[in-house]
């Protein structure tokens, strides 16, 4: 069901956009931003989906004309913008989504809307000509940027909209939803949760995809194992790794949460909030085997590898020197 009551943190956006209806202080033009997967998009489809409701309510009522027309994503008056080159918006999306479009007054609602998910990428020339929408809607225009890089946006657009920053989700939050919505047990959800670095988005993606458990599962063998690994054998694992350089990413934030537990349980000796409790034993044993100076080291090594991953360097020479890390005592 579609609702703000639904949307997980984000209250203060949340009761500023419900206070905008109430009121009826609502914006011609609006910034989400936040990291992907951070509900940008819900957040505005919720929004517009209120706006456009029947009830004239600070919640859409999922029962009128207009809620069931939003819901089956099928609004005449609630305009998604898409893009058909990877990355990039162009100014002749933009002219024909948006600005000939908004010439033409709304067909059954008080509102047009017009929401353009990745913003980012719309080129310099596509913004600039929205600008002139912008600054002179039609007074029944409301458009909603969604970006993940805010800094991409011509800062002429950003002096005139609304900015709405979604901030991260409580670790507590994501995974309370993760177990009483989408019934995670309990130790998975804690991983997910951690993975998921406060974005709900992320976190479902973690819970929902049978890879994402495959590959928690590979990097636990592999962390699990490597102090004992003959070299031969961290060979074979690179090479694996290599098969996978789409994932690579999240291989090293699970190698990042194993080797934090580690040195937390080293200072704490406490269970409680380490990300895989459930390896508590092998957690001990490493805690007991490296020193700090060594935990610290490698931490640092990770952070550097990702570095070197978007630098384009050697993939393999990049986690060959990783694994040499991690092997030192």
């Not at 409580?170 to 998975?188: A, I, S």
């Not at 992320?202 to 699990?224: C, G, H, P, V, Y």
Request: hydrophobic share 40%.
């Amino acid at each position: 069901m579609v609702s703000f009551n639904n949307i997980i943190g984000h209250k203060d956006i949340v009761k500023h956009l419900q206070n905008a209806i109430k009121t009826e202080k609502i914006s011609h033009s609006y910034i989400f931003t936040g990291r992907p997967g951070s509900g940008k998009k819900l957040i505005a489809t919720t929004y517009a989906m209120t706006l456009q409701c029947e009830a004239g309510g600070t919640e859409p009522c999922q029962k009128c004309d207009s809620c069931k027309k939003a819901l089956g994503k099928n609004h005449p008056d609630i305009i998604m913008v898409n893009h058909e080159k990877p990355g990039t918006i162009s100014i002749d999306e933009i002219r024909e989504q948006v600005i000939h479009d908004v010439a033409v007054k709304p067909y059954c609602s008080p509102h047009k809307i017009y929401i353009i998910p990745d913003a980012e990428m719309m080129t310099v020339q596509a913004q600039n000509a929205l600008l002139k929408t912008i600054e002179e809607p039609p007074e029944y225009a409301v458009i909603m940027l969604l970006t993940s890089n805010i800094d991409a946006l011509l800062p002429t657009i950003r002096s005139r909209c609304v900015r709405l920053d979604l901030k991260v989700v409580d670790d507590n939050l994501v995974k309370k939803y993760l177990m009483e919505r989408l019934h995670v047990p309990d130790y998975q959800a804690e991983i997910d949760a951690s993975f998921a670095q406060g974005s709900i988005g992320r976190a479902k993606d973690a819970a929902t995809s049978e890879e994402f458990s495959s590959m928690t599962e590979n990097a636990l063998k592999i962390l699990k194992y490597v102090n004992t690994m003959e070299v031969y054998e961290l060979a074979d694992e690179i090479n694996s790794l290599s098969g996978e350089k789409q994932n690579i990413g999240d291989y090293l934030d699970i190698f990042q949460f194993w080797f934090r537990d580690v040195l937390m349980f080293k200072a704490t000796q406490e269970v409680d909030n380490l990300v895989f409790k459930q390896e508590i034993n092998y957690i001990k044993e490493q805690a007991s085997q490296r020193s700090y100076e060594n935990l610290e080291k490698i931490l640092e090594a990770l952070e550097k590898t990702k570095v070197r991953l978007r630098a384009n360097v050697n993939f393999e020479l990049a986690l060959e020197l990783l694994f040499l890390t991690i092997r030192e005592r």
